[in-house]
């Protein structure tokens, strides 16, 4: 009788020692992953960051300066300083060619303007659709616009070099499928998002 009751009290007991663990190894994991999260919104906003600063340091900033939305399955953050809209991110996830591709895409004030493009997230083939991470990519869509000239919202990745129109950047040799799959990504957050702001800013 004994036996079972000293098997019975350790289970309880180690069963209890482990789901503490466990609550503690995901609360740590959880803070890292939004520490790694702020430090990405902070970035492709390009909200400077002093050097070495600490994880509260990155969450005071974050609090202090950008404004999260979250409406009908779009997320984007809104850059405010000294009560003046600065740019915003809008979070954008789908599936590439291998596996998720999640990041986010920054504009200007005027809300039409890309600012840059981060990837945080993907799977894609090294060498190939990976290089959409790579700054010979991203920096493309610097200064580009998220509509044509005739005001069709939505961005292009097209084939060859060189390709100047206003919402147009070059496509990775080697890559097709996962560039159009980006497009997609990035143009289906592009029209969220404006749906969202439409008559706001």
Known sequence: MKDKLYTILFAAVFGTLCGALLTWVDSVTRSKLDSERIRS???????PVEKGATDEDLSYLFKRTVEVVEKEGLRYFRHVEDGRLQGAAVHFEGFGMWGEIKGYL???ADMRTIRSVSFYELKETAGKGA??????????F?????????????????????????????AITGATVTCGKVEAILNDAIKRFLKEVSGGQ
Do not use: Y
């Open 41 to 47: 919104v902070l970035a492709v906003l390009e909200i």
């Open 106 to 108: 920054a504009l200007e």
């Open 131 to 140: 290089r959409i991470a790579e700054p010979e990519f991203r920096d493309q």
């Open 142 to 170: 610097k200064g580009k616009r998220i509509m044509d000239a005739a005001g069709v919202p939505g961005i292009r990745i097209k084939k060859g070099k060189g390709h100047t129109e206003q919402n147009a950047v070059d």
